[in-house]
């Protein structure tokens, strides 16, 4: 528990503080435990605590009024427990966001800025429900964070999307209709990627990350174009400033305001005196209408507005006299309702409450420091000489607060206005001349005038009149000048407003407008005019007028003067003196870029600072500006004239519009920075750099940052920071603040108080912050006057800057709410900064990781620095965040200048341009990489701070390998002289004194070559590899040795250091190949030059020669990185050389010659490459351990990458080659595996002709499986052949497919067809397609094949020689003729038997074509035959002399014969067929011949060696049950030795298994053999004159594969040998045993492959008997069951009474059908799904254990079925199974079934079931 308590003391630790004084001591919040995040609003604060509990502190307003001192924060108890993850606080109320992403509210809600209807107070957090009710069903919206605003609040999704609440334009959502009680999300970002979001006062920012332009030209929402060109002449203007309102239009009254309903909350109703329309909306004109909205003359309606005469109307406005009404006061209470409206009860608000007491009002004065060192504003520092700075607009702070809110104080009332009219036409005039110097004299003059006026009128009233405010206005788009008197004027201020039309002098009195807001614009104000007319030559001065310091300005302003003391009566040093000259009041780039006088205001802000220092002889310089901004109507500044885009870099110029890009550039704004290249992000993990900040809301102060102060109601991107790598935004009261990855800090907005810590114009745009030199910022915060920033120095320990309000004294104090704090009340010591100082008390707090702004309080969060742990992590950061900013630096001072250089191509040439290309982009990665690493450091600070999570260590390879790609970038462009050739280009950049390269560089030498320097910066960055280690080793000292983190630590750290160590290596190889180049330059040598090659070694000092050289010549070895470089004719000295080659070292194997000769003292090296080996001699023994150390660490990193290694480089190794003296592969190009010079394994070889061979080789030939091409000159195409090589020669089972079409597959031997193969010739629909497969001998037909002639018909299965058909054979062709006999050189002749479809057989002698010729029988299918000598043609008929017979002629009772025929007898035999296929299996068991014992041990050897060459050369051509398979058969059998039951199992599970896959020989074997029957049997050959044949070739693969296992298992028994059973039997089949028999070992494998084309044969064979035994079933199951039955003769006794049906009995009625003896039926219907006659007599043998069950049944007792009982009853179970081709069954179980079967059990069955089919097949009903 101490060391808890220690640990909570330690780190999380907050520190509060208001302004900024000399006496000033931050105060310490104390809690129980660390603080993760904080908030603060205007007068609280809210801190979130790990364990997720939620405190609060300060003025607790919704909570009647509760205090909380800092010192004892208030638990929300509401929210323990429910894990709050993120805190915000708005003005007056809060937000809290848990784990699971559900949003807590609670505070001040009269706006909805809570999400709750029907509550103006939330006391407790409250459940705010955030649901998409767009989806269906509607979905909850996961929140990550939530920030608030003034009356509104943003809430970001998990889907990065962006919801708000509230009342305002502020929420960038469609509506007019405000409050908005319920989260809506703002569809203007909808599909963006918003990473953070932020909310001011009444203005709102998000960070979007940003992804390429869109493809389409036109905007999604309003179709309009998103860029448009103007032609203008000598170049093309692009414009890309689109905005879109989204459908809501903006009004073109006052600049700034905001079109909303004014709606009051339910907690406060508002008067009937000040009642506002429900909808007050912009109206087409922009302008207000007579319900509160604009009218169309530009000028307010009667109820609420301006009156026609620019005066107020009888409703509540100035009357047109002048005077105030009546009913212009306010409501009888004196306060004002939160809607506008006044409250009858007289309650405020809290917001306005707390305003009206707690605010101090911000007093403001811009002007540029100087070189003055200290920032704190004083009479030396009052106005600037500086001509780029200028006093700007001033007035209340919060005069946008109130605006348009429809709130009214009495409090808080201020000034109000006069239009200016055209009704004077000389000003009008003189606003429409152009700028000149005689306009600015007369201006000038003018302003004294109207000055001395005024204070001479001061002077006559000081006794008359009593703090009567002078207002010299001009507002909207007047012309007129009037200068008007107001009722109860708390100030005097000169204001310009309207985009620089109004200009007004404001003196406010002290306690009128605390908080600095000025008085609400929509309420009635009442202004009497106390000055006479000026006359119209005074007042003729064009509309735009602004005011500027000149800039030899050494007076001030008299005190008399500015006060009106006078008029006010009350003392100089009590009235602050403030000018506000609007959007204008600002230097003007166009006229600076001009000559023009610069455009600026008299002052931003001359408050207390100005009345501390009165002086006499005032002078103000006035000067005009271009009128050219009057009259437009506009979204932003950058649309206002398209002129202006030509101006500065506001333009991209184009020589021709035909030349504009379609993909057109972001536009650059005045002081944009230039748009950055998007960058891919290298880790997406990491903090996006690619970003953009997007604004909406109010912009009256310019905190929109878009160069204007017209509001948005839909959020549109500030443009000028695209690129600028915005990785943080945050919003004060009325100015904004961005943050980037450099560093920088970017402000806009509000700068009275100069909380945007600088003083250049204009304020409307983002302005870069003025730090201090050596400053780098890494978070911010904003105030409500005021700016936070937090950095680094020179130090780790991060600094405080403070720019905005000051307080130099503390008289009177004043107790700060909720404290034990005092703060200073606005007095005449108020001060504010000209830019950010640094806080002195910072470096007591620790190590500070984040801060926040409020109100005037600053939060700072810090952690004590335990063990150097914190301090490692800040160092850690804070090293990143500087070398970033140094490469940026680099790469915006030296590398895109020398990018953009014409000249750079030119010098480099072609290769080093490109080089230099590649490593400005590497250098743009890396920088890339730098800054989201530095962005994600300091997220890392203010997280659980866990080291594993680095990440440095989680993504080191990123890193590593970064680097790596960038030290070789850079070396290679030093190697290749790039930094030599960089020279002239950067004399052009940089001039000749070169001051920002040895600046950059670092260089502390003066003389240093300028290549020097530039190798030099961009070798810099690799340094920080080394700063990398060492901070991993800091922090890994701050953990136990025995911890994970210092194990990951330690580890990063070794890496990273190996690294740096590496880089400084190559780095030193470069240097030296870069110098070894330079020494032995020339044409020679360049050709050796590439960018990778680095030098190692080389022999000029004659350490190594060549053996067996000849005397005179020279040979010069230089040993590169990459090559060994053999130069001949060599003259190192004159650098020249007649020749040389050059050995790569990936193909190169070098050993040592321990003993040349017996007597000489040489040292020698023998070198081998793929073509020619030599020896090398070293001059001495350490030469040559040098030389070969150096050639196998060089060979080695070759190889494997790594340059470090032991330097023993593989024997075996993949290379690359092109072979030049062979004369085989002369020119071909090799590359794949290597041993000792020779392509050994798999590779590639393509030869220049276009031959490629893909596949193994051996010792420098193709042996092994390879894919070849070989290209076909004559046809334009390629052979190809896929398949086994030896020796350099195709050799065994392959795949050729020829040029021609055809395909041969099959075996080879040398390059030729032998053995079996099928070929393939022309396609199915070809003319001349035919398939042949049998067996080859040197690339002919021989022996047995079957050839399938497709395009005739025909097939021919037979014996070949020399490609011809010769011997027996039997031909089938497509019209059913069969034909067998003998062949003579590919004719018929002899001796054969043909036979016709209608089985009218002719046998005897043929000649050619079919001819019958000679003597033969002709058989008619009825049993006639004519017997004689034959002579003709079948087509013109047969000559016969011989005798006829009729054999049914005597038998007149036979009506069919008997005669049957004949076929197969002049067939080739089965033994006879496919002798190549067993042959080839043979061979491959390593046996020529069959069944010889010795050579079986190598067939199971050999059988081991097919199966694991096979899985590894083709494994995608196995499927996942192969693989399974080929994993058991990788285990041997036991083979010899006695065959039990038990073994011949173990034999058959084997056999099968190996059947499955064709890497077996037994499964290729199998393969091959369904191959040739299916091609033998199918189409032409399925003829049922075959099925006998087909038949006795299935009995012969039986016979022959079991010779194989036998041979394989030399102890099982021949066929019909009987196997014992084992002992532990006890069945009768055990105990009689198994008889051997390829039937049942064999048959199962074999015949489920070839069952279909079999059956084929069966069905057509039994086509007749199936007829009539079909006929037949169809016609007797159309009896019933006992109609059946008793048809069939069965026993009534068996005939069922009743049968079950789903479980229940039914009684079997006369007409039942098909319900008797199911089981036994469904049972034999089995019998045509299995395929082996085994398997079909099962199905019979329980077809007739199912029909004996039921008949026991039916009869109760044990009965013993006799044949005469049984047969009917299998005759109707067969009737009813209604089988087809049951005769065909029958047949093939009679033809294959195991002849040990047939008198037992089974073949008594199976003689039933005969005999029901021949039953069946008889049987006649009458």
């Given at each position: 528990?101490?060391?808890?308590?220690?640990?909570?003391?330690?780190?999380?630790?907050?520190?509060?503080?208001?302004?900024?004084?000399?006496?000033?001591?931050?105060?310490?919040?104390?809690?129980?435990?660390?603080?993760?995040?904080?908030?603060?609003?205007?007068?609280?604060?809210?801190?979130?605590?790990?364990?997720?509990?939620?405190?609060?502190?300060?003025?607790?307003?919704?909570?009647?009024?509760?205090?909380?001192?800092?010192?004892?924060?208030?638990?929300?108890?509401?929210?323990?427990?429910?894990?709050?993850?993120?805190?915000?606080?708005?003005?007056?109320?809060?937000?809290?966001?848990?784990?699971?992403?559900?949003?807590?509210?609670?505070?001040?809600?009269?706006?909805?800025?809570?999400?709750?209807?029907?509550?103006?107070?939330?006391?407790?957090?409250?459940?705010?429900?955030?649901?998409?009710?767009?989806?269906?069903?509607?979905?909850?919206?996961?929140?990550?964070?939530?920030?608030?605003?003034?009356?509104?609040?943003?809430?970001?999704?998990?889907?990065?999307?962006?919801?708000?609440?509230?009342?305002?334009?502020?929420?960038?959502?469609?509506?007019?209709?405000?409050?908005?009680?319920?989260?809506?999300?703002?569809?203007?970002?909808?599909?963006?990627?918003?990473?953070?979001?932020?909310?001011?006062?009444?203005?709102?920012?998000?960070?979007?990350?940003?992804?390429?332009?869109?493809?389409?030209?036109?905007?999604?929402?309003?179709?309009?174009?998103?860029?448009?060109?103007?032609?203008?002449?000598?170049?093309?203007?692009?414009?890309?400033?689109?905005?879109?309102?989204?459908?809501?239009?903006?009004?073109?009254?006052?600049?700034?305001?905001?079109?909303?309903?004014?709606?009051?909350?339910?907690?406060?109703?508002?008067?009937?005196?000040?009642?506002?329309?429900?909808?007050?909306?912009?109206?087409?004109?922009?302008?207000?209408?007579?319900?509160?909205?604009?009218?169309?003359?530009?000028?307010?309606?009667?109820?609420?507005?301006?009156?026609?005469?620019?005066?107020?109307?009888?409703?509540?406005?100035?009357?047109?006299?002048?005077?105030?009404?009546?009913?212009?006061?306010?409501?009888?209470?004196?306060?004002?309702?939160?809607?506008?409206?006044?409250?009858?009860?007289?309650?405020?608000?809290?917001?306005?409450?707390?305003?009206?007491?707690?605010?101090?009002?911000?007093?403001?004065?811009?002007?540029?420091?100087?070189?003055?060192?200290?920032?704190?504003?004083?009479?030396?520092?009052?106005?600037?000489?500086?001509?780029?700075?200028?006093?700007?607009?001033?007035?209340?702070?919060?005069?946008?607060?109130?605006?348009?809110?429809?709130?009214?104080?009495?409090?808080?009332?201020?000034?109000?206005?006069?239009?200016?009219?055209?009704?004077?036409?000389?000003?009008?005039?003189?606003?429409?001349?152009?700028?000149?110097?005689?306009?600015?004299?007369?201006?000038?003059?003018?302003?004294?005038?109207?000055?001395?006026?005024?204070?001479?009128?001061?002077?006559?009233?000081?006794?008359?009149?009593?703090?009567?405010?002078?207002?010299?206005?001009?507002?909207?788009?007047?012309?007129?000048?009037?200068?008007?008197?107001?009722?109860?004027?708390?100030?005097?201020?000169?204001?310009?407003?309207?985009?620089?039309?109004?200009?007004?002098?404001?003196?406010?009195?002290?306690?009128?407008?605390?908080?600095?807001?000025?008085?609400?614009?929509?309420?009635?104000?009442?202004?009497?005019?106390?000055?006479?007319?000026?006359?119209?030559?005074?007042?003729?001065?064009?509309?735009?007028?602004?005011?500027?310091?000149?800039?030899?300005?050494?007076?001030?302003?008299?005190?008399?003067?500015?006060?009106?003391?006078?008029?006010?009566?009350?003392?100089?040093?009590?009235?602050?003196?403030?000018?506000?000259?609007?959007?204008?009041?600002?230097?003007?780039?166009?006229?600076?870029?001009?000559?023009?006088?610069?455009?600026?205001?008299?002052?931003?802000?001359?408050?207390?600072?100005?009345?501390?220092?009165?002086?006499?002889?005032?002078?103000?310089?006035?000067?005009?500006?271009?009128?050219?901004?009057?009259?437009?109507?506009?979204?932003?500044?950058?649309?206002?004239?398209?002129?202006?885009?030509?101006?500065?870099?506001?333009?991209?110029?184009?020589?021709?519009?035909?030349?504009?890009?379609?993909?057109?550039?972001?536009?650059?704004?005045?002081?944009?920075?230039?748009?950055?290249?998007?960058?891919?992000?290298?880790?997406?993990?990491?903090?996006?750099?690619?970003?953009?900040?997007?604004?909406?809301?109010?912009?009256?102060?310019?905190?929109?940052?878009?160069?204007?102060?017209?509001?948005?109601?839909?959020?549109?991107?500030?443009?000028?920071?695209?690129?600028?790598?915005?990785?943080?935004?945050a919003a004060g009261t009325h100015h904004s603040l961005a943050l980037t990855a450099q560093c920088q800090v970017f402000s806009w907005g509000n700068n009275r108080s100069g909380q945007l810590g600088h003083m250049n114009s204009p304020t409307t745009m983002p302005q870069q912050a003025k730090m201090s030199e050596g400053l780098r910022v890494w978070d911010l915060a904003a105030g409500q006057s005021h700016s936070l920033f937090l950095a680094d120095d020179e130090g780790c320990q991060p600094i405080l800057c403070y720019s905005g309000h000051q307080v130099m004294e503390t008289t009177p104090e004043n107790h700060i709410p909720g404290t034990g704090s005092t703060e200073s009340s606005p007095s005449i010591t108020d001060t504010y900064t000209l830019r950010p100082v640094l806080l002195p008390f910072c470096m007591n707090m620790g190590y500070i990781s984040s801060v926040y702004g409020g109100g005037q309080s600053c939060l700072a969060q810090a952690d004590l620095n335990v063990m150097?742990?914190?301090?490692?992590?800040?160092?850690?950061?804070?090293?990143?965040?500087?070398?970033?900013?140094?490469?940026?630096?680099?790469?915006?001072?030296?590398?895109?200048?020398?990018?953009?250089?014409?000249?750079?191509?030119?010098?480099?040439?072609?290769?080093?341009?490109?080089?230099?290309?590649?490593?400005?982009?590497?250098?743009?990665?890396?920088?890339?990489?730098?800054?989201?690493?530095?962005?994600?450091?300091?997220?890392?600070?203010?997280?659980?701070?866990?080291?594993?999570?680095?990440?440095?260590?989680?993504?080191?390879?990123?890193?590593?390998?970064?680097?790596?790609?960038?030290?070789?970038?850079?070396?290679?462009?030093?190697?290749?002289?790039?930094?030599?050739?960089?020279?002239?280009?950067?004399?052009?950049?940089?001039?000749?004194?070169?001051?920002?390269?040895?600046?950059?560089?670092?260089?502390?030498?003066?003389?240093?070559?300028?290549?020097?320097?530039?190798?030099?910066?961009?070798?810099?960055?690799?340094?920080?590899?080394?700063?990398?280690?060492?901070?991993?080793?800091?922090?890994?000292?701050?953990?136990?040795?025995?911890?994970?983190?210092?194990?990951?630590?330690?580890?990063?750290?070794?890496?990273?250091?190996?690294?740096?160590?590496?880089?400084?290596?190559?780095?030193?190889?470069?240097?030296?190949?870069?110098?070894?180049?330079?020494?032995?330059?020339?044409?020679?040598?360049?050709?050796?030059?590439?960018?990778?090659?680095?030098?190692?070694?080389?022999?000029?000092?004659?350490?190594?020669?060549?053996?067996?050289?000849?005397?005179?010549?020279?040979?010069?070895?230089?040993?590169?990185?990459?090559?060994?470089?053999?130069?001949?004719?060599?003259?190192?000295?004159?650098?020249?050389?007649?020749?040389?080659?050059?050995?790569?070292?990936?193909?190169?194997?070098?050993?040592?010659?321990?003993?040349?000769?017996?007597?000489?003292?040489?040292?020698?090296?023998?070198?081998?490459?793929?073509?020619?080996?030599?020896?090398?001699?070293?001059?001495?023994?350490?030469?040559?351990?040098?030389?070969?150390?150096?050639?196998?660490?060089?060979?080695?990193?070759?190889?494997?990458?790594?340059?470090?290694?032991?330097?023993?480089?593989?024997?075996?190794?993949?290379?690359?080659?092109?072979?030049?003296?062979?004369?085989?592969?002369?020119?071909?190009?090799?590359?794949?595996?290597?041993?000792?010079?020779?392509?050994?394994?798999?590779?590639?070889?393509?030869?220049?002709?276009?031959?490629?061979?893909?596949?193994?080789?051996?010792?420098?030939?193709?042996?092994?499986?390879?894919?070849?091409?070989?290209?076909?000159?004559?046809?334009?195409?390629?052979?190809?052949?896929?398949?086994?090589?030896?020796?350099?020669?195709?050799?065994?089972?392959?795949?050729?497919?020829?040029?021609?079409?055809?395909?041969?597959?099959?075996?080879?031997?040398?390059?030729?067809?032998?053995?079996?193969?099928?070929?393939?010739?022309?396609?199915?629909?070809?003319?001349?397609?035919?398939?042949?497969?049998?067996?080859?001998?040197?690339?002919?037909?021989?022996?047995?094949?079957?050839?399938?002639?497709?395009?005739?018909?025909?097939?021919?299965?037979?014996?070949?020689?020399?490609?011809?058909?010769?011997?027996?054979?039997?031909?089938?062709?497509?019209?059913?003729?069969?034909?067998?006999?003998?062949?003579?050189?590919?004719?018929?002749?002899?001796?054969?038997?043909?036979?016709?479809?209608?089985?009218?057989?002719?046998?005897?002698?043929?000649?050619?074509?079919?001819?019958?010729?000679?003597?033969?029988?002709?058989?008619?299918?009825?049993?006639?035959?004519?017997?004689?000598?034959?002579?003709?043609?079948?087509?013109?008929?047969?000559?016969?002399?011989?005798?006829?017979?009729?054999?049914?002629?005597?038998?007149?009772?036979?009506?069919?014969?008997?005669?049957?025929?004949?076929?197969?007898?002049?067939?080739?035999?089965?033994?006879?067929?496919?002798?190549?296929?067993?042959?080839?299996?043979?061979?491959?068991?390593?046996?020529?011949?069959?069944?010889?014992?010795?050579?079986?041990?190598?067939?199971?050897?050999?059988?081991?060696?097919?199966?694991?060459?096979?899985?590894?050369?083709?494994?995608?051509?196995?499927?996942?049950?192969?693989?399974?398979?080929?994993?058991?058969?990788?285990?041997?059998?036991?083979?010899?030795?006695?065959?039990?039951?038990?073994?011949?199992?173990?034999?058959?599970?084997?056999?099968?298994?190996?059947?499955?896959?064709?890497?077996?020989?037994?499964?290729?074997?199998?393969?091959?053999?369904?191959?040739?029957?299916?091609?033998?049997?199918?189409?032409?050959?399925?003829?049922?004159?075959?099925?006998?044949?087909?038949?006795?070739?299935?009995?012969?693969?039986?016979?022959?594969?079991?010779?194989?296992?036998?041979?394989?298992?030399?102890?099982?028994?021949?066929?019909?040998?009987?196997?014992?059973?084992?002992?532990?039997?006890?069945?009768?089949?055990?105990?009689?045993?198994?008889?051997?028999?390829?039937?049942?070992?064999?048959?199962?494998?074999?015949?489920?492959?070839?069952?279909?084309?079999?059956?084929?044969?069966?069905?057509?064979?039994?086509?007749?008997?199936?007829?009539?035994?079909?006929?037949?079933?169809?016609?007797?199951?159309?009896?019933?069951?006992?109609?059946?039955?008793?048809?069939?003769?069965?026993?009534?006794?068996?005939?069922?009474?009743?049968?079950?049906?789903?479980?229940?009995?039914?009684?079997?009625?006369?007409?039942?059908?098909?319900?008797?003896?199911?089981?036994?039926?469904?049972?034999?219907?089995?019998?045509?799904?299995?395929?082996?006659?085994?398997?079909?007599?099962?199905v019979i043998q329980r077809t007739f254990e199912e029909l004996t069950q039921e008949v026991r049944a039916l009869l109760e007792v044990n009965f013993l079925l006799s044949m005469d009982d049984l047969l009917p009853l299998f005759l109707y179970v067969v009737l009813r199974a209604r089988m087809r081709n049951l005769a065909a069954e029958v047949s093939l179980i009679e033809d294959l079934m195991d002849p040990s079967l047939q008198h037992g059990e089974l073949g008594l069955m199976f003689t039933t079931l005969k005999a029901c089919c021949f039953q069946i097949q008889q049987e006649k009903t009458t």
């Open positions: 528990m101490m060391e808890e308590q220690k640990r909570y003391r330690e780190r999380g630790l907050l520190h509060l503080w208001r302004g900024y004084y000399s006496s000033v001591t931050p105060e310490r919040v104390l809690l129980s435990r660390p603080v993760l995040q904080a908030a603060l609003g205007i007068s609280h604060g809210i801190l979130l605590a790990e364990g997720g509990l939620v405190y609060s502190f300060g003025d607790l307003t919704w909570r009647q009024g509760l205090r909380v001192p800092p010192t004892y924060p208030l638990l929300e108890s509401v929210l323990s427990g429910q894990r709050v993850v993120s805190v915000a606080a708005g003005s007056f109320h809060c937000g809290a966001v848990t784990q699971e992403g559900a949003v807590y509210m609670w505070g001040e809600n009269s706006s909805g800025q809570c999400g709750l209807s029907e509550r103006g107070l939330v006391p407790d957090p409250s459940l705010v429900s955030t649901v998409d009710s767009e989806t269906v069903p509607p979905q909850i919206i996961r929140i990550l964070e939530v920030t608030c605003g003034e009356q509104h609040t943003l809430a970001l999704s998990a889907q990065h999307e962006v919801w708000a609440w509230g009342s305002g334009c502020q929420l960038g959502l469609v509506t007019s209709v405000f409050p908005v009680w319920r989260p809506q999300k703002v569809e203007h970002l909808a599909g963006k990627h918003v990473v953070q979001v932020a909310c001011g006062g009444y203005h709102s920012l998000a960070l979007v990350r940003r992804f390429p332009a869109p493809a389409t030209e036109k905007c999604d929402q309003c179709k309009e174009l998103l860029f448009f060109m103007v032609d203008k002449g000598d170049h093309v203007s692009i414009n890309d400033s689109h905005y879109c309102p989204l459908g809501v239009e903006l009004a073109d009254g006052k600049p700034g305001s905001c079109s909303r309903s004014r709606q009051a909350s339910p907690a406060r109703q508002a008067s009937p005196a000040r009642q506002a329309s429900p909808a007050r909306q912009a109206s087409p004109s922009g302008q207000a209408s007579p319900s509160g909205q604009a009218s169309p003359s530009g000028q307010a309606s009667p109820s609420g507005q301006a009156s026609p005469s620019g005066q107020a109307s009888p409703s509540g406005q100035a009357s047109p006299s002048g005077q105030a009404s009546p009913s212009g006061q306010a409501s009888p209470s004196g306060q004002a309702s939160p809607s506008g409206q006044a409250s009858p009860s007289g309650q405020a608000s809290l917001a306005q409450r707390h305003r009206a007491t707690a605010c101090p009002l911000s007093q403001a004065v811009s002007s540029d420091p100087g070189p003055d060192p200290d920032p704190i504003i004083g009479p030396e520092h009052l106005f600037s000489s500086d001509t780029d700075s200028s006093l700007r607009e001033s007035g209340s702070k919060e005069q946008t607060n109130r605006e348009d809110t429809g709130t009214s104080d009495p409090q808080r009332q201020g000034p109000g206005t006069l239009t200016e009219t055209d009704s004077n036409p000389a000003l009008t005039q003189a606003r429409r001349r152009p700028t000149s110097s005689t306009d600015e004299k007369e201006l000038k003059e003018l302003l004294k005038r109207t000055s001395d006026h005024v204070l001479s009128l001061s002077e006559q009233n000081d006794n008359d009149i009593t703090g009567i405010p002078i207002t010299l206005a001009n507002q909207t788009a007047g012309d007129s000048l009037t200068l008007a008197n107001q009722t109860a004027g708390d100030s005097l201020t000169l204001a310009s407003h309207s985009s620089g039309d109004l200009l007004t002098l404001v003196s406010h009195v002290p306690g009128q407008c605390l908080n600095g807001d000025l008085p609400d614009q929509d309420q009635a104000s009442t202004l009497t005019s106390y000055l006479p007319p000026q006359p119209t030559d005074d007042t003729a001065m064009a509309s735009g007028l602004s005011c500027s310091l000149p800039e030899n300005y050494t007076g001030a302003l008299t005190g008399r003067a500015l006060t009106g003391c006078a008029l006010t009566g009350c003392a100089a040093s009590a009235s602050p003196f403030e000018v506000n000259t609007g959007s204008t009041s600002s230097l003007c780039d166009s006229c600076q870029s001009e000559g023009r006088i610069p455009v600026a205001g008299l002052c931003e802000a001359l408050s207390g600072p100005v009345m501390a220092y009165r002086k006499t002889n005032q002078e103000v310089r006035l000067c005009m500006e271009e009128a050219s901004l009057q009259g437009k109507k506009c979204s932003s500044l950058t649309d206002i004239l398209l002129e202006e885009v030509t101006e500065g870099s506001r333009r991209h110029s184009l020589p021709l519009l035909s030349h504009a890009s379609p993909e057109l550039p972001g536009r650059r704004t005045a002081r944009s920075r230039p748009n950055v290249p998007r960058k891919e992000e290298v880790v997406e993990s990491l903090p996006t750099l690619n970003t953009e900040v997007w604004s909406w809301g109010r912009g009256q102060e310019g905190q929109l940052g878009h160069g204007d102060q017209l509001p948005r109601l839909q959020p549109l991107c500030i443009k000028s920071l695209n690129g600028e790598e915005v990785v943080k935004v150097g742990f914190i301090s490692a992590l800040h160092e850690l950061a804070a090293a990143d965040r500087k070398f970033y900013c140094r490469l940026r630096d680099i790469n915006k001072r030296v590398v895109s200048p020398l990018l953009r250089k014409e000249s750079v191509c030119t010098v480099l040439g072609q290769i080093s341009s490109l080089l230099f290309q590649s490593l400005a982009s590497s250098y743009s990665r890396l920088c890339h990489l730098t800054g989201q690493h530095s962005v994600s450091l300091t997220a890392f600070l203010r997280t659980d701070r866990d080291v594993k999570g680095l990440v440095i260590l989680k993504h080191a390879n990123t890193f590593l390998d970064l680097y790596k790609e960038y030290c070789g970038s850079v070396g290679n462009f030093l190697v290749m002289g790039g930094f030599q050739a960089l020279i002239k280009p950067s004399v052009e950049c940089f001039g000749k004194k070169l001051e920002v390269l040895r600046q950059l560089s670092e260089s502390s030498e003066d003389k240093v070559p300028l290549f020097d320097l530039l190798a030099l910066l961009f070798y810099s960055p690799i340094q920080h590899i080394h700063e990398y280690a060492r901070l991993l080793l800091k922090l890994a000292t701050c953990f136990d040795v025995s911890t994970v983190e210092y194990q990951r630590l330690q580890e990063g750290c070794s890496r990273y250091e190996e690294l740096s160590l590496s880089l400084r290596r190559k780095r030193k190889e470069a240097e030296r190949t870069n110098q070894f180049w330079r020494t032995y330059s020339g044409k020679t040598t360049d050709v050796l030059r590439k960018p990778q090659r680095r030098l190692v070694y080389d022999s000029s000092n004659k350490s190594l020669t060549l053996q067996n050289a000849g005397r005179f010549s020279v040979n010069w070895f230089i040993l590169f990185n990459d090559a060994l470089i053999h130069a001949q004719g060599t003259i190192p000295s004159k650098n020249f050389f007649s020749s040389h080659h050059v050995y790569s070292l990936a193909t190169l194997w070098v050993e040592p010659i321990t003993d040349i000769t017996a007597s000489s003292n040489l040292y020698g090296i023998k070198v081998t490459t793929p073509e020619e080996s030599f020896t090398l001699l070293a001059s001495s023994p350490q030469e040559k351990a040098k030389w070969l150390r150096a050639i196998n660490q060089a060979v080695e990193a070759v190889l494997t990458g790594e340059g470090s290694g032991p330097g023993v480089p593989a024997v075996s190794r993949t290379a690359s080659y092109i072979f030049y003296k062979d004369l085989r592969l002369k020119d071909a190009s090799y590359s794949g595996r290597w041993l000792s010079g020779k392509p050994h394994g798999k590779g590639t070889m393509k030869w220049p002709d276009g031959r490629k061979f893909t596949g193994t080789f051996k010792q420098g030939l193709e042996d092994g499986y390879g894919d070849c091409i070989l290209p076909n000159k004559l046809l334009n195409k390629s052979d190809r052949y896929q398949g086994h090589w030896r020796d350099g020669k195709m050799h065994g089972f392959g795949t050729y497919k020829y040029a021609t079409g055809q395909v041969y597959e099959g075996s080879f031997h040398e390059n030729v067809r032998q053995g079996h193969g099928m070929l393939s010739s022309g396609k199915l629909i070809g003319s001349s397609s035919s398939v042949f497969i049998g067996q080859w001998l040197q690339d002919k037909k021989m022996g047995y094949g079957v050839f399938d002639d497709i395009t005739r018909g025909e097939k021919y299965m037979g014996l070949w020689v020399d490609d011809q058909r010769q011997g027996s054979g039997v031909v089938i062709t497509q019209f059913g003729l069969y034909y067998e006999g003998t062949f003579s050189n590919n004719k018929m002749m002899g001796t054969g038997l043909l036979v016709s479809e209608d089985d009218t057989a002719f046998e005897g002698d043929f000649s050619e074509d079919w001819t019958p010729n000679g003597k033969g029988t002709l058989s008619m299918s009825n049993g006639d035959f004519i017997e004689g000598q034959f002579s003709g043609e079948w087509t013109s008929g047969l000559k016969i002399m011989g005798t006829y017979m009729k054999p049914s002629l005597y038998e007149p009772d036979k009506k069919e014969s008997t005669w049957v025929l004949e076929v197969g007898r002049l067939a080739v035999s089965p033994e006879q067929k496919w002798r190549a296929v067993f042959s080839e299996c043979w061979s491959t068991l390593g046996s020529e011949a069959p069944g010889q014992p010795e050579e079986r041990m190598r067939a199971w050897e050999n059988i081991a060696v097919t199966l694991t060459t096979g899985c590894r050369d083709s494994p995608e051509l196995l499927s996942r049950s192969q693989s399974r398979v080929l994993e058991k058969l990788q285990v041997i059998p036991l083979h010899t030795g006695l065959v039990t039951a038990g073994r011949y199992d173990v034999i058959r599970r084997y056999l099968t298994k190996a059947c499955e896959t064709p890497l077996h020989p037994l499964g290729g074997l199998l393969e091959t053999l369904v191959t040739v029957y299916r091609m033998t049997y199918i189409g032409v050959g399925s003829n049922r004159r075959l099925l006998q044949q087909a038949v006795e070739e299935i009995k012969s693969y039986l016979r022959r594969i079991l010779q194989l296992v036998r041979f394989l298992f030399p102890d099982l028994p021949e066929e019909g040998g009987v196997i014992h059973a084992d002992h532990k039997g006890s069945s009768e089949t055990d105990q009689q045993g198994l008889v051997v028999s390829s039937s049942t070992l064999l048959l199962p494998v074999l015949l489920p492959r070839l069952y279909p084309p079999l059956f084929t044969l069966y069905a057509l064979d039994k086509e007749r008997e199936e007829e009539v035994y079909w006929d037949c079933v169809l016609r007797l199951n159309k009896q019933p069951d006992l109609g059946l039955l008793a048809f069939l003769g069965v026993l009534q006794k068996f005939w069922p009474v009743s049968v079950s049906v789903l479980g229940e009995k039914q009684q079997v009625l006369p007409s039942t059908k098909d319900a008797c003896f199911v089981s036994a039926v469904e049972t034999l219907q089995q019998i045509s799904t299995t395929f082996t006659p085994s398997d079909k007599l099962q």
